[in-house]
């Protein structure tokens, strides 16, 4: 039965059809060319004609004429739209002419760095072109460094290689830095949040020591669609960036379907399992033969499903071809994954979003996601995952009962008719710009003036120089600390350190099987949790903290571990506030202190609670941004106390699940806390934190953004067809208590026309 055979029989069954809250067809796209640049050495054009390549695409064309103009610039088109060539035909052009001139191109992923070193050695035989192009990463050997720090004409790299062994040793790369004329930025969209806060203190850095050494590169940056590419590329260089956004690739036929499961309880609102929704749909693709990949959004989620699938498939014999694939898969497991689904040995992977950059995996012919990605720039880069020019390819978006997801249930036109969100970035965060200012001056003294980020850096440095980091002499600030500061400063995370996982089945013969970074150890290898690997369970025995080591044995159980964590929170400023009605909108700085408290055993497949068990495991605290409404007594003396109660933390719930649609994160960015009388400022409060210390401005963007936030959970809970309160809108179902009736009281006490009754 071929894709759209299936397609048909989906949209009759009893048990799917009814469940499809949307379904639309998008046409294909002809493509559209553009003349060939003038300027373009006619060789690059040769090559490109002999590779099947008659013309450009419009915006591949106005991509090479700004580059070779000599401005920034940043190209924003969807998932395989040709970007490559943009960057690529500049970058070889001036090497054609100027064969002392270096590029450096960073990807934020090895598996994407390797994609692109294939690329130029192909270029590169097509050219009759001795480029000494060269990748440089961890799994680079060392007899191999040194050659490629004094002849590569193309270093290819990622930030973290850039941050901690290349600025660093910037004296090693003299031949690097002082020809140094491009400098490529590929999948921009991924740099938002904390991630794309220290990119733009990396390239601060980057620039800085270019001109020490005498070269103002030029950026040339790629991005998938997101609503800010302009400013966010200006904000990483801090330089101007022309913007070409005028895609002319082709596109083939493609169907979208949002699917909602069917709701198994009416009174109480609960929905069958977005996990084996998903699971049944996967099975059906994979059994019609359609290469199929699915999008988790958890580490867990991805093992649950590649564990339930290859069952499925044992009896087929087709195991083996399905795969997991996320952060914690060692490199050799990730590229051998890689390999299998461009030559069709894989027929079906279960991944994080670690797939949804521009890796190449071929081309799969359906995607399914379990769960609203979180942005809808990231919902249209997982699907752009699927799909051949000119064959049809289907994208299942299976929504889970949180509100956001039933609200997109609700209000399809806002996923398809809606443009993608913007991509916040603060670099000025004075967490991460105070790291990046110590390797800044570990790299380079600073003298008095010099502007990084603030134009005025001094009180920053005495403060480091207070901690005996930096020693001011004469009009220099220089390090002077023991310390080498880059290898203490994750690009990733607000904390650097990893845990591997060690498996001890075989006692003789302990393999490391993966890693995890340290904020997530606490809830998934704590003592006694069932990790989850490619199908196969491994309990932890043994988890060594400070030596960042879990040990863990193979196990055959029928069932899988989830913890839960407790957090504190305390705010410790209040940067910005304003009255609204009812209350009091705030921004502010927050102290959060986590303590993982118990693990539940959860039976496989139906998902049933089956025991559970206590964490022995440290609190640990840190600082960031919050944004918090606080109530005027009056609001909370219309309710009784009890349905208040539950009124405040339904209030919570909804605003937590439904900020993602105002911010470009994941729901998991933020936490939420509800008290009904706050030690702080003794009213009832609802408080939205950032889980990243320091905060990267989502707070403030709520704080802006705080009517529309609440009209939204406003029409989220009156249009649930729940009773009482389900997990679709308030988040609990508690009938007493009445928590739904509670919440809409609370967003009528606090929106000028009310909240709409159900």
């Known amino acids: 039965m071929n894709l759209a055979q299936l397609l048909e029989r989906w949209e009759r069954s009893p048990s799917i059809g009814p469940g499809i809250a949307a379904s639309r067809h998008l046409p294909s796209q002809?493509?559209?060319?553009?003349?060939?640049?003038?300027?373009?050495?006619?060789?690059?054009?040769?090559?490109?004609?002999?590779?099947?390549?008659?013309?450009?695409?419009?915006?591949?064309?106005?991509?090479?004429?700004?580059?070779?103009?000599?401005?920034?610039?940043?190209?924003?088109?969807?998932?395989?739209?040709?970007?490559?060539?943009?960057?690529?035909?500049?970058?070889?052009?001036?090497?054609?002419?100027?064969?002392?001139?270096?590029?450096?191109?960073?990807?934020?992923?090895?598996?994407?760095?390797?994609?692109?070193?294939?690329?130029?050695?192909?270029?590169?035989?097509?050219?009759?072109?001795?480029?000494?192009?060269?990748?440089?990463?961890?799994?680079?050997?060392?007899p191999a460094r040194q050659a490629i720090r004094s002849a590569g004409s193309i270093v290819v790299t990622n930030p973290d290689m850039l941050h901690t062994a290349i600025l660093p040793r910037h004296t090693s790369w003299e031949h690097l830095f002082s020809q140094l004329r491009y400098v490529v930025v590929d999948e921009l969209h991924s740099y938002r949040g904390v991630f794309g806060s220290h990119l733009a203190n990396v390239l601060r850095r980057l620039t800085r020591i270019a001109r020490f050494y005498g070269s103002t590169p030029q950026f040339l940056l790629a991005s998938a669609t997101i609503a800010n590419p302009r400013e966010l590329a200006e904000e990483l260089i801090e330089a101007p960036v022309r913007l070409i956004d005028d895609n002319g690739a082709p596109r083939g036929p493609r169907h979208f379907l949002l699917y909602n499961p069917p709701v198994v309880n009416a009174a109480?609102?609960?929905?069958?399992?977005?996990?084996l929704a998903a699971r049944d749909l996967a099975v059906d693709l994979l059994a019609n033969q359609v290469q199929t990949i699915v999008?988790?959004?958890?580490?867990?989620?991805?093992?649950?499903l590649v564990t339930y699938l290859k069952q499925a498939a044992r009896g087929e014999g087709a195991a083996a071809k399905i795969r997991g694939y996320r952060g914690g898969y060692l490199p050799r497991e990730r590229r051998e994954i890689e390999r299998g689904l461009r030559?069709?040995?894989?027929?079906?992977?279960?991944?994080?979003?670690?797939?949804?950059?521009?890796?190449?995996?071929?081309?799969?012919?359906?995607?399914?996601?379990?769960?609203?990605?979180?942005?809808?720039?990231?919902?249209?880069?997982?699907?752009?995952?699927?799909?051949?020019?000119?064959?049809?390819?289907?994208?299942v978006l299976v929504a889970t009962s949180n509100p956001l997801d039933q609200f997109l249930a609700a209000?399809?036109?806002?996923?398809?008719?809606?443009?993608?969100?913007?991509?916040?970035?603060?670099?000025?965060?004075?967490?991460?710009?105070?790291?990046?200012?110590?390797?800044?001056?570990?790299?380079?003294?600073?003298?008095?003036?010099?502007?990084?980020?603030?134009?005025?850096?001094?009180?920053?440095?005495?403060?480091?120089?207070?901690?005996?980091?930096?020693?001011?002499?004469?009009?220099?600030?220089?390090?002077?600390?023991?310390?080498f500061p880059a290898q203490e400063i994750s690009l990733r995370s607000a904390t650097i350190d990893n845990f591997v996982i060690i498996d001890t089945t075989q006692p003789a013969a302990p393999r490391v099987i993966g890693e995890m970074d340290r904020l997530s150890v606490p809830t998934l290898l704590h003592e006694e949790a069932i990790y989850l690997h490619e199908g196969q369970q491994y309990q932890v025995e043994r988890l060594d903290w400070p030596e960042k080591k879990a040990y863990v044995r193979?196990?055959?159980?029928?069932?899988?571990?989830?913890?839960?964590?407790?957090?504190?929170?305390?705010?410790?400023?209040?940067?910005?506030?304003?009255?609204?009605?009812?209350?009091?909108?705030?921004?502010?700085?927050?102290?959060?202190?986590?303590?993982?408290?118990?693990?539940?055993?959860?039976?496989?497949?139906?998902?049933?609670?089956?025991?559970?068990?206590?964490?022995q495991l440290p609190e640990e605290t840190h600082h960031t941004s919050a944004y918090w409404l606080t109530l005027d007594e009056a609001v909370g003396a219309k309710l009784p106390r009890a349905a208040f109660e539950a009124g405040l933390v339904g209030l919570a719930h909804l605003l937590a699940q439904l900020a993602p649609l105002f911010l470009m994160c994941d729901p998991r960015d933020l936490g939420r806390q509800a008290e009904v009388r706050s030690p702080f400022n003794r009213a009832p409060s609802v408080y939205l934190y950032e889980q990243v210390a320091g905060g990267v401005g989502l707070a403030e963007k709520l704080y802006a953004t705080h009517a529309d936030l609440l009209a939204a959970a406003a029409d989220q809970v009156a249009a649930c067809p729940c009773e009482q309160g389900c997990p679709s809108c308030v988040g609990t179902v508690d009938l007493p208590r009445q928590p739904k009736q509670a919440t809409l009281a609370l967003l009528g006490e606090l929106l000028a026309g009310g909240a709409r009754a159900q």
């Open 295 to 304: 999008f988790a959004r958890s580490r867990l989620t991805v093992e649950l």
């Open 411 to 483: 209000h399809p036109e806002y996923l398809f008719d809606r443009a993608v969100e913007s991509a916040l970035v603060n670099p000025n965060n004075l967490y991460i710009l105070a790291s990046h200012l110590k390797c800044a001056a570990f790299e380079l003294a600073f003298p008095d003036g010099e502007p990084f980020g603030l134009d005025d850096t001094s009180e920053l440095l005495g403060y480091l120089e207070e901690n005996d980091v930096l020693h001011h002499v004469g009009s220099r600030w220089h390090w002077m600390a023991d310390a």
């Open 268 to 275: 109480l609102g609960i929905r069958r399992s977005a996990l």
């Open 343 to 395: 030559a069709g040995d894989v027929r079906g992977v279960v991944a994080t979003s670690a797939l949804e950059l521009g890796i190449d995996i071929g081309s799969l012919d359906a995607c399914i996601m379990v769960g609203y990605p979180g942005t809808i720039a990231s919902t249209w880069q997982q699907a752009g995952r699927a799909g051949r020019r000119s064959d049809l390819s289907l994208t």
């Open 554 to 615: 193979q196990v055959d159980v029928d069932y899988y571990t989830d913890a839960e964590l407790a957090v504190r929170l305390e705010p410790i400023d209040v940067l910005g506030s304003a009255a609204v009605r009812g209350g009091r909108r705030h921004l502010g700085e927050v102290a959060l202190t986590f303590q993982p408290t118990i693990f539940k055993k959860l039976k496989l497949h139906t998902h049933d609670n089956v025991g559970w068990g206590r964490i």
């Open 30 to 142: 002809p493509a559209r060319y553009a003349p060939w640049p003038a300027a373009l050495d006619d060789r690059l054009r040769a090559a490109l004609e002999c590779r099947g390549v008659p013309a450009l695409y419009t915006h591949q064309a106005q991509a090479v004429e700004a580059a070779l103009a000599g401005e920034n610039m940043v190209v924003v088109t969807p998932t395989a739209s040709g970007k490559t060539l943009c960057y690529n035909l500049p970058v070889l052009h001036r090497l054609l002419h100027e064969p002392a001139a270096r590029a450096l191109y960073l990807f934020p992923t090895k598996a994407l760095a390797q994609d692109q070193l294939a690329e130029l050695r192909t270029w590169a035989a097509a050219l009759d072109l001795p480029l000494a192009a060269y990748t440089y990463d961890g799994d680079t050997p060392a």
